[in-house]
């Protein structure tokens, strides 16, 4: 997978991978000393003073802002129509006097900020663009490590406004000298919250590991035996327990919804069933989506967060009893799998197709759709539109409709180009072009939408050449089925285009009867709209049916988003089942058994690639004492 920017808040990770040593193999903490459950605690009570107890902002003694200047801030930080008080030039500002913050005013001077040039693109209700949508959720912000309390310099979000990156240059009303100090002196004030009825980031109550399971195996027991062996779980408690607020909480959980649904055949939308008060660890039967126990062990295949947990562990001993149990009734060795990491690789073939039972070419998905594209094209029974430009493809593009039947949806698909000439060029060769991929949208019973990718010849492609097509939002323009297409249609389903070569190629038709089968297959606007509408109207009927609490752009691909950025380690201890306080604690007494980059974990915003972290999970998992990683 490829990773996302964050380059600068990765820069401490790199430097220390230069000089890491290879991963210790040490199993369990045995030359250290004895570090029990009950010795972490007591580090963890004693650094904080109270334990786990929550206080309210308002009562946490808050330190004076640091002193502000904004000496060097770059030109793009002032206002398009603000003037420097030197005018004679384009010399930059020198050195003013830093205007006093008042702490208990911080946070609603940030809030007055991100609301005026950041919550439009990472806001509730947007695009979340970048995967971030939480610039107004304080907890989400400091446990994504975006903001750390009382260290701007250390803020990625502080970085990248003082440095002019954002808002982007484009943006034309920029930040003013006053709005960057209002940030730093929020951050340099201990980012208090935002939000008076949400905590900071230890606001939710923290669910460990033995609770979890619990929780799981209590839901079966209301179960008769047959229902049980139907039964897994999709797990969000990690990100709870790294301080992710109920707003993103709630943009996972649509996610979930709409995610579990996009992968089924069945003909019923069916909402995966939280069981716990929380809302965190979510039931679904494999049968509701037309799922088998196969289809679940070719899930788990790859699933690297697999744990054995060890009663007899020193550190963090766990009653495997409650895994077992798990493991009996529902027959499967990994009954539950966090949600992130599904949503990610469920979206990304080739589990995609094999969770949607996408066959392996354009000819088996028509038997399996009950539809002839060759001879609905005889027929002219379809309706095409060309046209010149558009988002994905270099060259100019045809797309194709298929109706499934009454009531059942269309299938659309896309002739798409590696060149623009010859056999290329639908103005002369309207009727015998030559496509080199094309790209199939098809509704499902439940009234959402499958992709699939296939070559000129029908073959079925995880990814779209990009001679010919490419994703703008993706890293490298690849065209991924599945997630790409997801990323591109969750919001409103079929995108509309019109025909723009109608009348042009009609004139260059060379007999009457060409000129007539061009008519008959590229429809005019009002003919298209009648049919972009009734295919829309049927896939928003399912999203309302969904009852999602907001579906943006952004909603479809949060949990894909959330997996793939860079973990802190409070994000990491919430991966692993433990708080952070243990995680530390745990490195800090036994330094000898943990790995170079474990070891960086306790430099204040250390962030690591979600891939370098998959590689040293086992590892970790070992020098914690947790139990032993199960192989995927």
């Known amino acids: 997978m490829a990773l996302r920017g964050h380059k600068q808040v990765g820069l401490v990770w790199l430097v220390i991978q230069i000089c890491a040593c290879s991963l210790d193999t040490t199993p369990v903490i045995t030359s250290a000393p004895e570090l029990s459950a009950a010795t972490v605690d007591d580090t963890i009570d004693a650094a904080a003073e109270g334990g786990a107890s929550v206080v309210a902002s308002s009562q946490v003694p808050r330190p004076s802002a640091p002193a502000l200047s904004d000496a060097g801030l770059p030109a793009p930080l002032l206002d398009a129509g603000e003037v420097s008080q030197d005018d004679a030039g384009p010399t930059a500002p020198g050195p003013v006097a830093a205007p006093s913050i008042d702490c208990d005013d911080s946070a609603q001077r940030y809030v007055s900020f991100a609301k005026a040039h ?11 663009a970048g995967g971030f949508a939480s610039v107004l959720d304080v907890p989400a912000l400091i446990a994504s490590g975006k903001v750390v309390p009382s260290a701007p310099e250390r803020s990625p979000l502080f970085v ?28 340099g004030c201990g980012a208090p919250n935002t939000q008076p009825l949400a905590c900071q980031a230890d606001c939710t109550t923290f669910v460990d590991i033995p609770t979890r399971l619990t929780t799981m195996v209590n839901d079966l027991k209301v179960l008769d035996a047959e229902t049980r062996a139907d039964v897994r779980y999709l797990d969000l408690t990690h990100y709870a327990n790294a301080g992710h607020g109920e707003q993103q909480l709630n943009q996972y959980r649509d996610a979930l919804a709409y995610t579990m649904n996009s992968l089924s055949r069945a003909a019923t939308l069916v909402l995966p069933q939280a069981v716990d008060a929380q809302s965190l660890v979510y039931r679904i039967r494999l049968k509701d989506y037309a799922w088998t126990a196969d289809t679940w062990q070719q899930l788990i295949a790859a699933y690297p967060y697999a744990v054995d947990y060890d009663p007899n562990s020193r550190n ?7 895994l077992i149990r798990l493991r009996e009734q529902t027959g499967t060795s990994i009954p539950y799998v966090q949600a992130d990491w599904f949503f990610s690789h469920a979206v990304r073939p080739p589990l995609y197709y ?23 094209i005889e027929n002219k029974s379809v309706a095409r539109a060309g046209f010149q430009v558009s988002g994905p493809s270099h060259y100019n593009r045809v797309i194709e409709r298929h109706a499934l039947g009454v009531n059942a949806g269309a299938l659309w698909l896309t002739y798409d180009f590696d060149a623009g000439s010859g056999f290329s060029n639908i103005i002369t060769h309207p009727l015998d072009f030559r496509s080199t991929s094309s790209e199939i949208l098809f509704a499902l019973p439940n009234g959402l939408h499958g992709y699939m990718s296939v070559d000129a010849k029908g073959a079925r492609l995880d990814k779209a050449p990009t001679a010919s097509v490419q994703d703008n939002r993706a890293n490298d323009r690849v065209i991924e089925s599945g997630i790409s297409c997801i990323n591109c249609h969750a919001q409103t389903g079929v995108i509309v285009k019109h025909d723009e070569l109608h009348e042009q190629a009609t004139l260059a038709a060379t007999s009457v009867e060409a000129s007539n089968a061009i008519v008959a297959l590229y429809k005019d606007a009002a003919t298209l709209d009648a049919l972009f509408a009734e295919d829309r109207a049927r896939y928003q009927s399912a999203l309302t049916m ?53 070891l960086a974990l306790r430099m204040p915003g250390s962030m690591v690639p979600r891939d370098r972290f998959d590689a040293q999970f086992a590892q970790l998992v070992r020098s914690l004492g947790l139990g032993t990683p199960q192989a995927p």
């Not at 002019?164 to 709005?179: H, I, Q």
């Open 316 to 322: 963090f001993p766990i009653d495997d009893g409650l």
């Open 546 to 598: 969904l009852g999602l609490r907001s579906f943006t752009e952004g909603t479809a691909r949060a949990l894909d988003d959330a997996y793939a950025a860079f973990l802190t380690a409070k994000q990491i201890a919430g991966v692993l089942g433990i708080r952070e306080q243990q995680l530390l604690a745990a490195i800090e007494a036994s330094p000898g058994v943990f790995s170079q980059e474990a």
């Open 160 to 187: 990248r406004l003082s440095t002019g990156v954002m808002p982007p240059l484009s943006v034309v009303k920029r930040p003013t000298r006053e709005d960057v100090d209002a940030v730093r002196g929020w951050i």
């Open 118 to 128: 950041c919550a439009s693109c990472h806001g509730p209700g947007s695009p979340g």
């Open 354 to 376: 094999a969770l949607l039972g996408v066959p392996g070419n354009l000819r088996q998905l028509e038997a399996q759709l009950d539809v002839s594209i060759a001879d609905n």
